[in-house]
């Protein structure tokens, strides 16, 4: 029968196995120099699940006669150290001097004559229970023994390693767990198996084991390589096992909140990551206003040019009967200043936050509005080589003077673009819409074209307009002075046309708030264009040089 007494379970025999074994939860006190140092001692069955092994071996050696020849016994004394420098280093002291109360170089009590001892110490422990025992001459083994086997001794023994010492066998890893009525629980938490490439496949299932809840270690790390902060993500490194990894940045628009994410979360459309990519957060929404200073100076000129062309008017209307006036129809002078007049006043309709009616109305009222100007100024380039023509003697075209001819060629070229529009509401009409993914952390509110073809296509047949004029006007441009309007005509679609080329690329480049900027100032720059180089002259010749705005002037010049 075994003898248990504090911290040791002993087992007499002619040659005795010592072993160090951690075997349940224990308190210990401080030294008071009253009595010999003891602990508190939880009591429970770890120690004798941790003695079973010791026991079940003695015994099978024992009863195997061919292993112990002449009758010799074999016995055991374990010691519990619990894992702690102090006990460990008692029990080795209770083992050298064979007694059972700890005073060196006296035996006393029971004899101990250990043939070698099994410890489970620490590295820095058993560095020290190694040199206690060699002064006695006792071999220390540390568990973590290079070469071992696997036994069935539920089946009768059988060496599960084989000859080479491979795995036989596949093997289920057993979590024993002792619950609270005393009672043994076993769960499998994982398994070692054979592999056909003669590999060894190990795997645990963590979260099927149960620790113990006096154990204040920490968890193994199963890894080559530092955790994966939040905002990061685990790379898989080639020719390296699952347990090495690179770590990465989380992309655009993805965040990563937990360590050793496997991969980035994509963020909700109307939300962003944060500079750290470790939370998503709402998207800023952008909107050309009134309130923004880019806002603020685009109204600013339009409203100035808008002012200036009312006051252009007011000075041709007080001025309607001079010679500079009534010159080259004056019903198309007063038709393309009110068109540039609302042209300017037409880029308002873009700013501001998009609407259903301010998106229908503002791209087919710049549309028609600037063909009208455009026509006009056709009109004009027309009208001026026609009544060169008509000087000739005998030249038929003399009956095409008039209003007529101009009032058809606005009506026509206007006609076209209406239609236009009108094709384009019905198939695919702006509407308004945002922009989620243009802009890094912003959601601009737009207007959706609605069709592209049909807004490039109004853009052309403008172009196509103004390309006409600017011929007509450079063929006339040589004509007599007091017919010679087409020399302000072709500077002033030489202007007209380079705005608008240069709109198409910069239209496309820019996203957000300053695509529509960029429709703005296009609207204005053109405007203001054909405004300058065909109005400002001839104010200041009705202004500043009265004596040039003259009918005899005119004629000698002429």
Same mark, same amino acid.
């Given at each position: 029968m075994?003898?248990?007494? =504090?911290?040791?379970?002993f087992?007499?025999g ?14 210990l ?13 939880? @009591? ?13 071996? &003695? ?10 020849p002449?009758?010799?016994?074999l016995?055991?004394? /374990? ?5 702690? =420098?102090?006990v ?13 109360e ?8 029971r004899?101990?004559n =250990?043939?070698? /001892? ?29 070469h071992f ?9 059988g ?6 010492g491979?795995?036989?066998t596949?093997?289920?890893i /057993?979590?024993?767990?002792?619950l ?15 592999? #056909?490439?003669?590999?060894?496949k ?29 905002g ?7 020719? +390296? ?6 770590c990465a940045?989380c992309?655009?628009?993805t965040?990563s909140?937990?360590e ?7 963020? =909700?459309?109307?939300?962003h !990551? ?7 957060i709402? +998207?800023d ?9 880019l806002?603020?100076?685009?109204v ?12 252009i008017?007011?000075i ?6 001079? !010679?500079?006036?009534?010159a080259?129809?004056?019903d198309?002078?007063? &038709? ?14 873009f700013?501001?936050? !998009?609407?259903?009616?301010?998106c ?8 028609? &509005? ?25 030249n038929?075209? @003399? ?9 058809? /060629?606005i ?16 198939i ?11 802009l890094?952390?912003? &959601? ?6 609605g069709?592209?073809?049909?807004f ?13 004029s ?6 006339a441009? +040589?004509? !007599?002075?007091?017919?010679?309007e087409?020399?302000?005509?072709t500077?002033?679609?030489l ?5 608008w ?11 957000? +708030? ?28 009705i202004? #500043? ?9 005119l004629?000698?010049?002429?």
């Amino acid at each position: 029968m075994d003898e248990i007494e =504090p911290f040791n379970c002993f087992q007499p025999g002619d040659h005795l196995i010592a072993g160090l074994l951690n075997g349940g939860f224990t308190k210990l006190t401080s030294h008071t120099f009253r009595e010999p140092p003891f602990a508190k001692r939880h @009591r429970g069955i770890g120690m004798k699940w941790h003695l079973l092994p010791f026991s079940l071996a &003695i015994r099978e050696i024992n009863q195997d006669p061919g292993l112990l020849p002449n009758n010799i016994t074999l016995g055991y004394t /374990v010691y519990e150290n619990i894992i702690h =420098p102090r006990v460990t280093y008692d029990a080795v002291l209770d083992l050298v001097p064979s007694a059972q109360e700890t005073i060196p170089n006296y035996k006393c009590g029971r004899e101990n004559n =250990p043939v070698a /001892v099994l410890e489970a110490s620490e590295t820095d422990i058993s560095i020290d229970v190694s040199t206690l025992l060699s002064t006695c001459k006792i071999p220390q083994l540390h568990p973590f023994l290079r070469h071992f086997q696997f036994f069935n001794t539920s089946t009768g023994g059988g060496d599960l390693g084989g000859n080479t010492g491979d795995l036989a066998t596949d093997l289920d890893i /057993v979590n024993v767990m002792v619950l609270p009525n005393g009672s043994i629980q076993s769960v499998k938490v994982g398994s070692i198996e054979r592999q #056909a490439s003669g590999e060894i496949k190990f795997t645990i299932h963590q979260e099927a084991i149960v620790w113990s809840r006096w154990s204040k270690q920490m968890l193994p790390y199963s890894r080559c390589t530092q955790s994966c902060l939040p905002g990061h993500q685990k790379v898989a490194l080639e020719g +390296k096992p699952v347990c090495c990894y690179a770590c990465a940045p989380c992309g655009e628009g993805t965040i990563s909140t937990q360590e050793d994410a496997d991969h980035c979360t994509k963020c =909700p459309a109307d939300q962003h !990551p944060n500079m750290d990519h470790t939370r998503c957060i709402p +998207k800023d929404i952008i909107i050309l206003s009134y309130e923004d200073p880019l806002g603020i100076v685009l109204v600013f000129l339009a409203l100035s040019l808008s002012l200036l062309t009312l006051l252009i008017l007011g000075i041709f209307l007080k001025y309607i009967d001079t !010679p500079i006036v009534k010159a080259n129809n004056r019903d198309l002078t007063y &038709i393309l200043l009110v068109s540039l007049l609302f042209s300017f006043l037409s880029s308002l309709l873009f700013i501001g936050q !998009p609407r259903r009616v301010t998106c229908l109305l503002r791209q087919t009222a710049f549309s028609i &509005i600037f063909s009208v100007a455009v026509s006009s100024v056709l009109a004009k380039t027309i009208t001026v080589v026609v009544a060169f023509m008509a000087t000739k003697p005998g030249n038929r075209m @003399r009956k095409w003077l008039g209003k007529s001819l101009a009032n058809a /060629v606005i009506i026509l070229c206007s006609s076209v673009q209406m239609g236009l529009c009108a094709i384009w509401l019905g198939i695919s009409p702006p509407f308004p819409d945002s922009d989620w993914h243009s802009l890094q952390g912003q &959601i601009t509110l737009q207007c959706n074209e609605g069709s592209v073809a049909m807004f490039y296509g109004s853009l052309g047949y403008m172009g196509f307009l103004a390309a006409v004029s600017f011929m007509v006007a450079f063929l006339a441009r +040589k004509l !007599p002075g007091a017919f010679n309007e087409a020399k302000l005509i072709t500077f002033s679609m030489l202007v007209f046309c380079s705005v608008w080329v240069s709109f198409v690329p910069t239209y496309l480049s820019t996203k957000g +708030k300053y695509t529509v900027s960029v429709q703005i100032f296009s609207i204005l720059a053109s405007s203001a264009g054909l405004l300058g180089c065909l109005f400002i002259p001839k104010c200041y010749i009705i202004i #500043a040089r009265p004596g040039l705005n003259t009918k005899d002037h005119l004629m000698i010049k002429n």
